[in-house]
């Protein structure tokens, strides 16, 4: 009970921040210095995007977290692996601004190895180039940002995450937007004689995805490092 509460006490702060301009103090934090967190490849970041959609996600999973991806080092300089429009590499310190607050959560899989990280960006690697999957769909064509990372950890043998209907997560006004936007271009229901959006909405609660919070609690998995002002896992 008490968790949960937290949890609403801190999207309302992200929230009424992102309302007031990002002029409260716990918004603005200082850019989390990357080297001395000692990142590895593999690891997996977390951050709050808001948004109609960011806010369904919130309200579905009670999280924070809205957008993950996966940290690469080697080259120049670190970037994360998502999916956000195509799948691509973004520079890491573009990435963390990107996010309110520049609140990161960074986790790492418990028994990491570097072969282990090379199979895993080997995976995600694969699906460079792909849409954005505006439908979670588990078709492999295109991709939403928690499903990259599940998959690209199952390239690797692990299983991250539990696969839930979206009718188990928490219905919200956001989420019904978001279907009332979309419902006539989801794939399932396009062009299908006699489908109404009543209809189109059953289907989508039966459809199977995994939400960033799912991951982040997956108990394979280790805190490196936060600086969300709660506990968010």
Same mark, same amino acid.
């Given at each position: 009970?008490?968790?949960?509460?937290?949890?609403?006490?801190?999207?309302?702060?992200?929230?009424?921040?992102?309302?007031?301009?990002?002029?409260?103090?716990?918004?603005?934090?200082?850019?989390?210095?990357?080297?001395?967190?000692?990142?590895?490849?593999?690891?997996?970041?977390?951050?709050?995007?808001?948004?109609?959609?960011?806010?369904?996600?919130?309200?579905?999973?009670?999280?924070?977290?809205?957008?993950?991806?996966?940290?690469?080092?080697?080259?120049?300089?670190?970037?994360?692996?998502?999916?956000?429009?195509?799948?691509?590499?973004?520079?890491?310190?573009?990435?963390?601004? *990107?996010?309110?607050?520049?609140?990161?959560?960074?986790?790492?899989?418990?028994? *990491?190895?570097?072969?282990?990280?090379?199979?895993?960006?080997?995976?995600? +690697?694969?699906?460079?180039?792909? /849409?954005?999957?505006?439908?979670?769909?588990?078709? +492999? +064509?295109?991709?939403?940002?928690?499903?990259?990372?599940?998959?690209?950890?199952?390239?690797?043998?692990?299983?991250?995450?539990?696969?839930?209907?979206?009718?188990?997560?928490?219905?919200?006004?956001?989420?019904?937007?978001?279907? $009332?936007?979309?419902?006539?271009?989801?794939?399932?229901?396009?062009?299908? /004689?006699?489908?109404?959006?009543?209809?189109? *909405?059953?289907?989508?609660?039966?459809? $199977?995805?995994?939400?960033?919070?799912?991951?982040?609690?997956?108990?394979?998995? $280790?805190?490196?490092?936060?600086?969300? /002002?709660?506990?968010? *896992?």
């Amino acid at each position: 009970m008490w968790r949960k509460i937290s949890l609403i006490a801190l999207i309302i702060v992200l929230a009424v921040g992102i309302f007031l301009g990002g002029s409260l103090a716990i918004m603005r934090m200082t850019p989390p210095d990357t080297k001395a967190i000692g990142i590895k490849d593999g690891d997996i970041i977390l951050q709050t995007i808001l948004g109609t959609q960011g806010m369904a996600i919130i309200a579905a999973s009670s999280s924070p977290y809205t957008h993950m991806g996966l940290i690469k080092t080697g080259g120049k300089e670190p970037v994360v692996v998502e999916a956000i429009g195509p799948v691509k590499e973004t520079p890491l310190t573009q990435w963390i601004t *990107r996010g309110v607050g520049q609140r990161i959560t960074i986790l790492r899989l418990k028994n *990491r190895t570097p072969e282990l990280a090379k199979k895993v960006a080997a995976a995600a +690697k694969k699906h460079y180039g792909k /849409p954005y999957d505006f439908y979670f769909l588990p078709d +492999k +064509k295109s991709f939403y940002c928690s499903e990259l990372v599940r998959e690209a950890y199952l390239g690797a043998g692990i299983t991250l995450g539990t696969l839930q209907k979206v009718g188990e997560l928490t219905t919200s006004s956001a989420m019904d937007t978001i279907i $009332e936007q979309r419902w006539q271009y989801y794939p399932l229901c396009a062009h299908k /004689p006699g489908i109404t959006l009543e209809k189109c *909405r059953k289907i989508i609660m039966e459809q $199977e995805l995994v939400t960033p919070a799912s991951i982040a609690r997956d108990t394979q998995l $280790e805190l490196v490092f936060s600086n969300y /002002p709660l506990d968010t *896992r």
